[in-house]
């Protein structure tokens, strides 16, 4: 979701700067598609960041005497942290 909100605030930011000629007295257009590419640029490095994070994995290991013989159990999980 955010690679997809980073490249939308790009390509509209693109098209505030390079392919509108409108006028507005009380907004610079160019300013304002300027600053969406660039948030629009930090989102897609903070998505891809968050997309190639290692995951850790956790081990259990539980042992206990049945009958006589020693049974041990080995529980593993992957955690996002």
Do not use: H, P
């Not at 000629?21 to 610079?28: C, F, L, P, Q, T």
């Not at 891809?48 to 159990?73: F, N, P, W």
């Amino acid at each position: 979701m955010s690679l997809g909100l980073g490249i939308f605030l790009v390509v509209v930011g693109a098209i505030l700067v390079y392919a509108l000629n409108i006028s507005v007295d009380w907004i610079d257009l160019d300013f304002v598609g300027y600053i969406f590419m660039g948030a629009g640029a930090v989102i897609i490095v903070l998505g891809i960041v968050l997309l190639t994070r290692k995951r850790t994995s956790v081990s259990t290991t539980r042992s206990a005497v049945v009958d006589g013989e020693q049974v041990t159990k080995e529980k593993r999980s992957i955690d996002d942290v």
